[in-house]
């Protein structure tokens, strides 16, 4: 027998062996394959969602605020490495007023040096009809001075659950004094 098995007791050699060979052979494992119908779960289905994203950075109530930015942030043209939060409004249209169908709250940044391209880590909170309650998680790029950016739906909550999908986002208004914005959003989702 080699020479560190012979310093081991024929007990701690056995729980050693023992435990080995259960780790090994043992059928517990960290995943399962499940049946969609164990969740109630029935045939997927295809949502088309129509909105406008109110992004307000400059007023007295801003819906959008930095939280985060580099020394260098000042002087890019992009405002490459500032981050910002938001509690944008959903609204049915494109009318700050019009009746509102949600929230989107998370955070962009600016993420690009040549373009402004910022990295989207949204959720899309619902506040109205049977998608009350339910939400998407937006997770993407978003070419501001593109003409249609599509980004893609990662997940979502209640309604949503097992969501997935994209969101096409398209400026409606863009005022460059104060980088308030009104964005028309189509989002494509399956959920079940």
Do not use: C, W
């Not at 997935?164 to 986002?169: F, H, K, N, P």
Request: hydrophobic share 40%; no cysteine.
């Amino acid at each position: 027998m080699p020479k560190t098995f012979s310093k081991l007791s024929s007990s701690t050699f056995f729980f050693h062996f023992t435990l080995l060979f259960f780790s090994a052979t043992s059928s517990g494992s960290f995943s399962n394959i499940l049946s969609p119908k164990k969740f109630g779960l029935k045939r997927e289905k295809l949502t088309h969602l129509h909105f406008y994203f109110h992004d307000i950075v400059s007023s007295r109530n801003p819906t959008a605020i930095p939280v985060a930015s580099a020394a260098s942030t000042n002087k890019s043209h992009t405002g490459f490495g500032v981050v910002m939060m938001a509690d944008d409004p959903l609204t049915a249209a494109p009318d700050p007023n019009s009746k509102l169908v949600g929230k989107a709250q998370g955070i962009y940044a600016s993420a690009a040096q040549d373009e402004v391209g910022l990295l989207m880590v949204m959720n899309l909170a619902f506040t109205e009809g049977k998608y009350n309650g339910s939400s998407l998680s937006l997770l993407g790029r978003n070419t501001v001075f593109s003409r249609v950016r599509e980004m893609p739906i990662v997940g979502g909550s209640g309604l949503f659950r097992f969501a997935r999908g994209y969101a096409q986002a398209k400026t409606h208004t863009l005022d460059l004094k104060t980088g308030n914005a009104v964005v028309e959003y189509n989002v494509y989702v399956f959920h079940y």
